[in-house]
């Protein structure tokens, strides 16, 4: 089992950035991937960032250049750091973390991002 906890939302200004974090805990040398979705009001979640253990990223293209995805593999937490952010990304954004051994995906309680215009 892998227990996944976000930090890190808040209320900021359009332009602003944040940083959120997402640490791992419990069977966290099984972890593969790791990543973000968020979810807007009324819309579909959405994948936003993964990072793979090897590094590897890969993000959706409305964030790239923007949104960057790391991983410090030595603490087991993800980091997603959001510059310049639009209201359009408000959203309550969730951690994942897929362990594909087990064919399970883990996922945190999520936590809420809010850009005023």
């Known amino acids: 089992q892998v227990q996944l906890v976000e930090s890190g939302g808040g209320l900021v200004q359009a332009g602003g950035s944040l940083r959120l974090s997402c640490a791992a805990s419990g069977s966290t040398f099984s972890i593969d991937d790791m990543g973000w979705f968020r979810q807007a009001p009324g819309k579909q979640r959405e994948s936003v960032a993964a990072?793979?253990?090897?590094?590897?990223?890969n993000y959706i293209d409305s964030v790239k250049g923007r949104f960057t995805i790391s991983r410090d593999n030595a603490k087991n937490t993800v980091y997603l750091h959001v510059n310049n952010l639009e209201p359009e990304d408000t959203a309550v954004y969730f951690c994942?973390?897929?362990?594909?051994?087990?064919?399970?995906?883990?996922w945190g309680q999520g936590i809420q991002v809010t850009v005023s215009s």
């Open positions: 990072i793979r253990r090897d590094g590897s990223t």
């Open positions: 994942f973390a897929n362990e594909y051994r087990l064919g399970q995906t883990y």
